[in-house]
């Protein structure tokens, strides 16, 4: 699992988002891509300068997408099954 912001595994990661029973909360194998797994990122909000100028400042928060667990949660698809293990019964 990825570093979470204090550097240890998981720290700082919720364990889990709001949707009881969800199958990405499920994986650990497949970090969040706009947070890079550590739960926390860096977006940029607007915000109007004295001159009425338009300005964006980037502010660190929980993770939207991910609800904070640096797993992957993608709205329009389900997750896809996990990869086969290499010593997957019935293999050869």
């Keep these: 699992m990825p570093s979470g912001p204090g550097g240890s595994p ?3 990661l919720r364990p889990h988002c709001a949707v ?9 194998d497949l970090p969040c891509r706009f ?3 550590t739960g926390r990122w860096s977006p940029q909000r607007p915000g109007v300068d004295a001159n009425g100028a338009i300005e964006w400042t980037r502010v660190e928060e929980q993770c939207r997408m991910c ?4 797993r ?9 099954d996990p990869a086969p293990s290499a010593h997957s ?3 050869l």
């Design 20 to 28: 009881e029973r969800c199958r990405w909360c499920e994986r650990d």
């Design 72 to 80: 992957e949660h993608s709205p329009l698809t389900d997750p896809p």
């Design 89 to 91: 019964p019935g293999e």
């Design 35 to 37: 947070c890079s797994g």
């Design 10 to 12: 998981g720290e700082g």
């Design 67 to 70: 609800a904070g667990t640096g």
